[in-house]
């Protein structure tokens, strides 16, 4: 059974920093493509990033480039998202996904049935 669990949501203000895990079993994680997506209320899910299955490629959002890493940790079956210089325009609930491939772009067509129940990250101004 494939479980996938995100952590480190918080309430920060505007310029702070968070790092968003997201911790899986059931999976070959090595293998899979991984990515991180949020959602505001009343809208639709948005891709924020993804990285590669051996880590050597990462996709951004275009709003998030320069402030937010991803990255993995494949012995751990972790995934990672640093966010700096968080602006009150991130607040969203955020979730991780397994992709469906080795490779990927931060679009819900490269990812799988599998998500996470999400962490909320607020950003106060």
């Known amino acids: 059974q494939v479980q996938v669990v995100e952590s480190g949501g918080a309430l920060v203000q505007a310029g702070g920093t968070l790092r968003l895990s997201c911790t899986t079993s059931?999976?070959?994680?090595?293998?899979?493509?991984m990515g991180w997506f949020r959602q505001v209320p009343g809208k639709e899910r948005e891709g924020v990033s993804c990285?590669?299955?051996?880590?050597?490629?990462?996709e951004y959002v275009e709003s998030v480039k320069g402030r937010f890493t991803i990255s993995r940790d494949n012995a751990k079956d972790t995934l990672y998202l640093q966010m700096n210089s968080l602006k009150p325009e991130d607040t969203a609930m955020y979730y991780c996904?397994?992709?469906?491939?080795?490779?990927?772009?931060?679009?819900?067509?490269?990812?799988?049935?599998?998500w996470g129940q999400g962490t909320q990250v607020t950003v106060s101004s």
């Open positions: 996904a397994v992709g469906r491939l080795a490779s990927c772009l931060p679009s819900a067509d490269y990812f799988s049935a599998y």
């Open positions: 990285i590669w299955s051996g880590g050597s490629r990462t």
């Open positions: 059931g999976l070959t994680f090595d293998d899979t493509a």
